[in-house]
């Protein structure tokens, strides 16, 4: 089911930046290459038992560091993969998915990337508060 937020009622003046938002949540909504998991790191028992953060894991099996790259441009986390084509081989069977892929999260106000790593075809991205 599709829904349509209009923020032209002149009740909902300055909010042109949550129509934005929605409308790119929309767009990368039917993705599903590669697929993700976002998971709610623990807290650090600081203070007013604060949440830890966000990790956002990507399976990426077969993508080299060189083929990735994990960017910030406003408000957004832009994962990028693309894989260089085999020279000189001949495949009978190819089943493993080797196309880029362009994987986008809006972010929070406040949600900064600490660290991103690749880990047995996982590619790891850990965000703080």
Known sequence: MNRHV??????????EHLEKLLERAARTAGDSYPPYNIEELPGDGG???QAGGIRIALAVAGFSKDELSVT???H???IRGKQA???GKTFLHRGIAARQFLRS?????GIEVSTAALENGLL???LVR
């Open 76 to 78: 957004q986390l832009l």
């Open 47 to 49: 203070a007013l038992g």
């Open 6 to 15: 209009t923020f032209e009622s002149p009740y909902l003046l300055g909010f």
């Open 85 to 87: 084509e085999p020279d």
């Open 105 to 109: 999260f809006v972010l929070a106000d």
């Open 72 to 74: 910030e441009e406003d």
């Open 124 to 126: 790891k991205i850990d």
